[in-house]
């Protein structure tokens, strides 16, 4: 639940490169969800990977989950100046309702 | 498809006053969460409402008050507002009962001006 108060993340990169983004979460799920925050909007759920995935891929996107490390990863290859947002992981421990946010990492991707 | 309107996008208000946020949503869904995030950090909960007449707090409730109106309407109070509360106010819906892999819908925000 202190999640949230954390400072957001800063990469910076040239379109084209690759970039991984990493999650680390301290409550017991066996589903990561990651949005994406366009500036002005509101975020918007990109791809959702469960416990016995490991990897799930969607287009550029590419998320991991390891849950022996409570870690979990996205990456975007080739990115564009359009990836530029803010990604944030998110998960809801089991019997909750509540999904708790990640402080998020602010991806700024230069043309 | 559905959407989730939220008004109004940007509130100004005098510290101490009452303020209220607004969030309309057609998708049909049971579950409405309002979220707040401060500039440059994640977000924290304030308050949900699993289905309609229920309001759960969330970690960050002190100052605010909620009210589920009807199944499609959610909207939230600052009781006194405050100059360290200016934020953005996100509101959100989801199907309930979906368990982990429930994905929220988010509305584009309102933007707290405290004076």
């Known amino acids: 639940s202190q999640w949230g108060e954390e400072n957001l993340q800063a990469l910076s990169i040239q379109e084209g490169e690759d970039v991984t983004m990493n999650c680390s979460y301290k409550?017991?799920?066996?589903?990561v969800q990651w949005y994406r925050q366009k500036s002005g909007k509101g975020p918007a759920l990109i791809i959702l990977?469960?416990?016995?995935?490991r990897e799930k891929r969607s287009g550029r996107l590419r998320a991991t989950l390891d849950t022996s490390s409570q870690s979990s990863s996205l990456s975007i290859t080739g990115t564009l100046a359009t990836d530029t947002a803010v990604y944030f992981c998110?998960?809801?421990?089991?019997?909750?309702?509540?999904?708790?946010f990640g402080s998020g990492t602010q991806l700024t991707v230069m043309p | 498809g559905g959407i989730i309107t939220q008004t109004p996008k940007f509130l100004i208000g005098q510290e101490g006053q009452k303020l209220t946020l607004k969030c309309q949503q057609n998708?049909?869904?049971?579950?409405m969460y309002w979220y707040r995030q401060d500039s440059g950090k994640g977000l924290r909960l304030i308050y949900y409402s699993i289905t309609e007449n229920d309001l759960q707090k969330g970690d960050l409730s002190e100052g605010y008050d909620a009210s589920r109106e009807k199944k499609s309407s959610f909207s939230l109070t600052v009781t006194s507002a405050q100059k360290n509360e200016m934020a953005v106010f996100l509101c959100a819906s989801s199907i309930a009962g979906l368990g982990p892999s429930g994905q929220l819908y988010f509305g584009e925000g309102s933007k707290l001006t405290v004076l």
């Open positions: 998110a998960i809801r421990s089991s019997g909750s309702w509540q999904l708790i």
């Open positions: 409550t017991y799920t066996t589903v």
């Open positions: 998708f049909n869904h049971d579950t």
């Open positions: 990977i469960r416990s016995n995935e």
